[in-house]
């Protein structure tokens, strides 16, 4: 399921210039009288120049004008099935509809932007590494410590420091040889972004998980995974992409198991075994 043209928009809108907002602005209030018109013709109703359309189709991601007017057109024709956005009024059933729609659409746009080039360098990083870190704050700390969680059933040598400072620290003594998964939805936050270039002076293989392919955490990522959620009145998008971002981490941990299941290891049967215990 490729990404509609709203949603392209909303992902980039806060590393949108002016020129570009204002484009982006008035596609989202007047899509349908945007249909059709010759570059010329919406730079003039916009009251922008042609050069600047241009652009700001390339940096949504299309080739030109014209793959920028089959976008809208796209849009038109096929509208998201089922809102998100929950209307007071809506019984609980409807609710329910609505947020399993909404994460269902949000898992299908991710996995749309996964290939297989990257997945197999962030395997292939957490497999050589001597240690594999976690950092994320915030909501995104949710997701670190529930990755954390699952890479401690592997072979591989977990760490995760839920205190900032303690994380910084964590950071600091990191090098070449280890592997750090970091995890921020706007890859702005500031301390997110410290901690990152931390890693970065050390030389420390980084995997970003964000929401912004332009924010300056995706540009220190060795490898990148973009997660995409979708914003709605009573949740925030950032809390949105959580499940997003737990499907990828979910991605390289069972890639992981699946190469570490095909060599026989005495660390993994103790760890099965250690978790068996604990069902009887």
Do not use: W
């Amino acid at each position: 399921m490729a990404l509609q043209l709203i949603e392209r928009i909303y992902s980039k809108y806060d590393t949108l210039g002016a020129s570009s907002r204002k484009i982006a602005d008035f596609l989202q209030n007047n899509l349908v009288a945007c249909n059709h018109k010759s570059i010329q013709s919406l730079a003039e109703q916009i009251d922008t120049s042609v050069s600047t359309i241009s652009r700001f189709a390339k940096r949504l991601g299309y080739a030109n004008y014209p793959e920028l007017q089959l976008a809208i057109t796209q849009q038109i024709n096929e509208p998201e099935s089922l809102s998100a956005d929950i209307d007071r009024n809506d019984p609980n059933i409807m609710v329910a509809q609505k947020v399993f729609s909404s994460n269902s659409s949000s898992l299908n746009k991710t996995l749309d932007l996964l290939n297989e080039e990257t997945l197999t360098t962030a395997v292939s990083l957490i497999e050589q590494c001597q240690r594999l870190s976690f950092f994320g704050l915030g909501a995104s700390d949710v997701v670190a410590l529930d990755a954390y969680h699952k890479f401690l059933r592997t072979q591989i040598n977990a760490v995760f420091n839920t205190d900032y400072h303690m994380a910084l620290m964590q950071a600091a003594k990191m090098d070449e040889h280890d592997c750090a998964i970091v995890i921020s939805h706007s890859g702005r936050n500031l301390d997110t972004l410290k901690m990152a270039r931390i890693l970065k002076n050390n030389h420390v293989p980084i995997i970003v998980i964000t929401s912004f392919s332009s924010s300056d955490l995706a540009k220190l990522g060795d490898v990148t995974f973009y997660s995409v959620s979708d914003d709605s009145k009573y949740r925030s998008q950032a809390l949105s992409s959580l499940i997003s971002q737990m499907s990828i981490i979910d991605c390289l941990y069972m890639s992981v198991m699946r190469d570490e299941a095909a060599k026989a290891s005495p660390k993994l049967a103790k760890i099965n075994s250690v978790i068996k215990q604990t069902r009887e």
